[in-house]
């Protein structure tokens, strides 16, 4: 009983009638992922995605370990980094299992209500990753260019505020935009062409009037949150570069800067990935480098995520 009801609060109760047609409504989506590639490649694929996420998920326990244990690693930038690795593993444990399990699996069927799951946690871990990264350079920033009033804008208690503030924030953010896109009705083809309930791959499945301004939303909400982070952690790094170039030894540049550059380094790579993705252009890919392409930013930037911070933090070594 509790499946109907669901769907039931998650699908507009007027859509399916809307202009006047009969639709069947999706109760179950088939996630088309790696179908399409060769089988005898698919154990291949599953053996290097499966010791990527083991890695990631091992390598983070390893970095929050180390700072719980680690007295000297309890300030607020490795606070900052431990959130982080949180999030990483929440974000992969959401899609990569999925992801594995259909590899080897025949039955690629996904419930609506899984679906509307799997998307309301891959965007929570998301945006909150991306509001980590924004208040990681606020820290920076704080460190490099107003030292004297450190530890009072970056207390204990202000510091939880802020990783609380991001987790809400994610939370907030999720549950917006997955009700929004399961409001829809979402009938004829139930194929979802990528390997997890990605947003607009949903939406391409989604029929009725509302469609269109959905997909618009979800875009400007989307790209006003990523950019805005992105901005204000370019706008961070402005003010970190000036103070910065204003040390008079050279040693005094490259100390200050080093602590900024596991950071930084993970910023490009975590923005760089997500533009492949969402802003290469359309119709010049296979369906099969667009799965490719998508396992970037979902696997390999978790993946390099520790080893970033594990190489380039001489405290974390």
């Keep these: 009983m509790l499946k109907p009801l669901l769907i039931l609060f998650l699908i507009s109760p007027d859509a399916a009638s809307s202009s006047g047609q009969n639709y069947s409504i999706a109760s179950e989506f088939i996630l088309i992922g790696f179908s399409n590639f060769p089988q005898q490649l698919l154990p291949s694929f599953f053996l290097l995605y499966l010791l990527m996420y083991l890695f990631t998920l091992l390598g983070n326990l390893l970095i929050m370990g180390t700072i719980w244990r680690e007295h000297s690693l309890h300030t607020p930038m490795y606070l900052f980094l431990c959130a982080l690795s949180i999030s990483e593993i929440l974000f992969t444990v959401a899609v990569t299992p999925r992801m594995l399990a259909d590899m080897l699996s025949t039955h690629r069927s996904i419930t609506f209500v899984a679906c509307a799951s799997q998307m309301f946690f891959s965007f929570t871990f998301g945006f909150t990753h991306s509001f980590l990264l924004m208040i990681m350079?606020?820290?920076?920033?704080?460190?490099?260019?107003?030292?004297?009033?450190?530890?009072?804008?970056?207390?204990?208690?202000?510091?939880?505020?802020?990783?609380?503030?991001?987790?809400?924030?994610?939370?907030?953010?999720?549950?917006?935009?997955?009700?929004?896109?399961?409001?829809?009705?979402?009938?004829?083809?139930?194929?979802?062409?990528?390997?997890?309930?990605?947003?607009?791959?949903?939406?391409?499945?989604?029929?009725?009037?509302?469609?269109?301004?959905?997909?618009?939303?979800?875009?400007?909400?989307?790209?006003?949150?990523?950019?805005?982070?992105?901005?204000?952690?370019?706008?961070?790094?402005?003010?970190?570069?000036?103070?910065?170039?204003?040390?008079?030894?050279?040693?005094?540049?490259?100390?200050?800067?080093?602590?900024?550059?596991?950071?930084?380094?993970?910023?490009?790579?975590?923005?760089g990935f997500a533009s492949i993705i969402y802003l290469k252009p359309k119709g010049s890919h296979s369906m099969d480098s667009n799965t490719l392409m998508a396992t970037t930013y979902t696997v390999f930037t978790p993946f390099l995520s520790p080893i970033i911070f594990s190489l380039r933090n001489k405290e974390l070594k």
């Design 137 to 271: 350079g606020y820290d920076r920033y704080v460190a490099i260019c107003r030292p004297l009033r450190y530890n009072t804008l970056m207390s204990p208690r202000g510091c939880t505020r802020l990783v609380s503030c991001c987790w809400a924030g994610g939370s907030v953010m999720g549950m917006m935009l997955t009700l929004i896109v399961f409001h829809l009705t979402f009938c004829g083809s139930n194929e979802i062409q990528h390997f997890g309930c990605h947003v607009f791959a949903l939406l391409k499945l989604a029929c009725g009037k509302e469609t269109a301004s959905v997909t618009m939303g979800v875009i400007l909400v989307c790209v006003t949150a990523l950019m805005g982070c992105l901005f204000l952690i370019i706008l961070s790094y402005v003010f970190i570069v000036a103070a910065i170039l204003r040390i008079p030894s050279a040693e005094g540049r490259h100390k200050t800067f080093s602590t900024c550059v596991s950071h930084l380094t993970i910023v490009v790579v975590h923005y």
